[in-house]
């Protein structure tokens, strides 16, 4: 019979050979999917991790993995601030969808003028976007003890009507001839997020995403913002008898994870994606979830994790492509690396013993 | 064997049971003759409650054997315990506060009857046995004596043979402790046998025919209680000579605490509202505020604590209104706090002790600069509290968690104490703390009020507030009573100030006294 014993101390070892396992765990278990799928497993597996970084066309995939991994790293990072104290920002879409539309406002309402400050401008839209999305759940949550899950949740529903009226309505481009879609922000120069170095993907979204990972280090190592944070997630009346109010740590977690999507947001819709569609969202948000927890809410494993799961969007597009796997199966693929991170991270905290049936 | 006759119940023989890193029981024999109230006394950490979970059936030994009247006794869960006669009343209380009385004790049965003759039977049980107890009322109206009635109740109803009372006497007043001595001298007439776990040595003395002290999973020493001296029973208890806390007399110095008609309402729904309550502690002073678990003392903690907050002058400190502070706030002022529950409220589990002394210690002992936290100054001061409170640890890595209750009560003690504070405030701080450790906590405390501090202990541990307090008050139901000098108070007067029988009626407390006399008079004949 096995048993769960929790450990004295965290093992140091499992922390950061889970990762690493789940992986291995999940190739073997999305191996044997694919198999039954009738594809080789073999082939399937590498045509995701393999050919997006040696294979024949990865002078052009290596650039895009950064172009995804962007803006999941920029969101998760928020996000991870906020599920370390407890608080459950699951409308990181949403507050993503409002950045991108406050951005390209505020850039397609100067258009055409030509000036440096108009890009920085949309920036601190797009920041104020995802965060006032961000904090109707705070507030209900601070003032009504709402559950900010739930809230946050369906408001990504309220944002994405909010898009299409935008794309279709009050964003729309005036020279499209009808289309849906806003004017295209590569030839608005003044207010577009250009490529920095040509092939690399690297466009300032991507600068952002890696500030921000080190100052997020160094607020939880260094800072006693920090030590709140995770204080009030591991113990809250401890929290609170250090000093820590909650809801002021509900508005600031909620808040910057808020703004953090907004801004990815902004530059996504400036940059990558061009303009603002009914559907330029692709569920980033939705994807940084995953990401935080497969980084272990930690900024620097949010990092490798952001650029694990970009990895297996693009292989996965090349598999269903080369490979004619139904996406479906690429997304079951996806869930398995969170299912068996959450199922390997028991290991942790606790060990497993063997005993002889009957005895405890 | 001391008084137990050739009418065995239970005999235990050579049980041993390890947990990976530690022998809780080696080599344990003891026997109990029916009708016997038997003590099980020992530290906390001897081995008490694993030996009497081996015999309700909830661990198994590793080796050893135990006997029913002459049958071999193995039971694999409580179930086939219960059927054996065996039933155990624990120390914390497994009732629903949202369910009511019979429905309690009919979640508790094997096979519970109908509702309503249910009822009719807690109703008699509990009258025949001095317990009265309305079957109808919900258990979270109910104090915490009358809680233990039901659990009491539940057993009883088993018929039991064998009854287990873990450490029963935690949550009663001195008048409450009488009446259920009452019933268990009642049950042991009508021949059913006790087995009585404590380290109150007075109750044992009073009480138990027998007694089998433990002492680091060994049978040290077996006993008749009544032959010896309490001070005798804790040397074979602890395994060294005590020394009682020093004191020196002092004249009071100047008002450092000042509490004001403070009312606060409890944050949770069973808790207890605190109602216009206030003293004043003065520098060199310790205060001592007795009561039983569950009348205000977690919320007047919370409200002294700054977690909960108030009109500013309802506590003043150093004659400046702090009543509307936070905690951080209160504590750059001078006032600190050590909450009861170690785990969780007063340290945070799986954070190191050098994060665990971050989280009081940052504003006082400037372990921040412009909100940067200064690792290196919150490691030495984990140090230095590990150094000067004695902390047993691998190092200021370890996480709070694998300590010992005791050891982590001294750091959360010494972590507060070494902040030089000008008012410091604990809430049971010896609750689960083995005595050595509980005596060097208390000697702290003494020493931080000559220091020049004002102390106030709450404790639900009478002796533990006659030791170190010069002045005693008592919390009952939220209201807290205006505050005596402890020099000459006496154990009756004490158990009137926290509300004498709580809730129950007093023609009971006479019958009990009257059972209570009648024994000992005939124990004495």
Partial sequence: ?360 | MSGEGSDVLLSVEGISKTYPGVKANEDVSFAIGAGRVHALLGENGAGKSTLVKMIYGLVRPDAGRMRMRGQDFAPQAPREARAAGVAMVFQHFSLFEALNVAENVALGMDDPPPMRELAARIRAVSEGYGLPLDPGRLVGDLSAGERQRVEIIRCLLQDPKLLIMDEPTSVLTPQEVQILFGTLRQLAGEGTSILYISHKLEEIRSLCDGATILRRGRVVASCTPREKTARELAEMMVGATLNAPARKAKAPGPLRLAVRGLDAASPSAFGTALKDVSFEVRQGEILGIGGVAGNGQDELMLALSGELRGRPDSVMLNGAPVGDLGPDARRRAGLVTGPEERLGHAACPDMSLTENALLTGATRKGLTRRGFVDWRAAESFAQEIIRTFDVRTPGTRTAARALSGGNLQKFVIGREILQAPDVIVVNQPTWGVDAAAAAFIRQALLDRAAAGAAVVVISQDIDELLEVADRFAALNEGRLTAPVPTEGLTLDRIGMMLGGAHGMHSADVHHTHEIVQSEAGHAGT
């Fill in chain 1, 1 to 360: 019979m096995l048993a769960l014993e929790k450990r004295p101390n965290p093992s140091r070892f499992w922390l950061y050979a889970t990762p690493v396992v789940a992986v291995a765990l999940t190739m073997v278990a999305g191996g044997v999917m694919f198999a039954i799928l009738g594809k080789n497993p073999f082939e399937v597996v590498r045509t995701i991790f393999w050919v997006p970084l040696f294979g024949e066309f990865a002078w052009y995939l290596r650039g895009q993995l950064l172009v995804k991994a962007g803006p999941l790293i920029l969101i998760a990072v928020g996000l991870s601030l906020g599920f370390r104290a407890g608080i459950w920002n699951i409308g990181a879409e949403g507050q993503y969808i409002m950045g991108a539309i406050f951005g390209a406002a505020v850039g397609l309402a100067v258009f055409p003028t030509e000036n440096r400050l108009i890009f920085p401008v949309m920036i601190l839209a797009g920041l104020f976007g995802g965060w006032i999305w961000a904090m109707i759940p705070a507030i209900l949550k601070t003032r009504f003890n709402t559950n900010e899950i739930l809230v946050s949740l369906m408001l990504v529903y309220v944002a994405q009507t909010i898009l299409a009226m935008a794309s279709t309505n009050f964003l729309r481009n005036p020279e499209g001839s009808g289309f849906p879609g806003s004017r295209n922000f590569s030839s608005y120069p003044a207010a577009s997020n250009p490529e920095l170095i040509a092939g690399t993907g690297i466009h300032w979204g991507v600068v952002t995403a890696v500030f921000v990972v080190v100052a997020a280090h160094v607020l939880l190592q260094r800072h006693l913002l920090g030590f709140q944070i995770k204080l009030a997630g591991q113990a809250p009346r401890a929290a609170r008898f250090h000093g820590v109010s909650p809801n002021r740590l509900v508005v600031l977690c909620m808040g910057v994870s808020g703004a953090l999507a907004g801004v990815a947001g902004l530059f996504e819709v400036t940059g990558p994606a061009g303009q603002i569609s009914i559907d330029f969202n692709v569920g980033y948000g939705f994807t940084a979830i995953i990401v935080a927890f497969l980084g272990r809410l930690n900024p620097v494993g949010i990092l490798f994790a952001g650029l694990l799961m970009a990895l297996t969007y693009i292989g996965g597009e090349m598999a269903a492509t080369n490979l004619g796997l139904p996406s479906a199966a690429i997304q079951a693929f996806q869930g398995m690396l969170l299912f068996f991170l959450l199922a390997v991270d028991v290991m942790t905290n606790y060990r497993i013993r063997f005993a002889a049936m009957g005895a405890r």
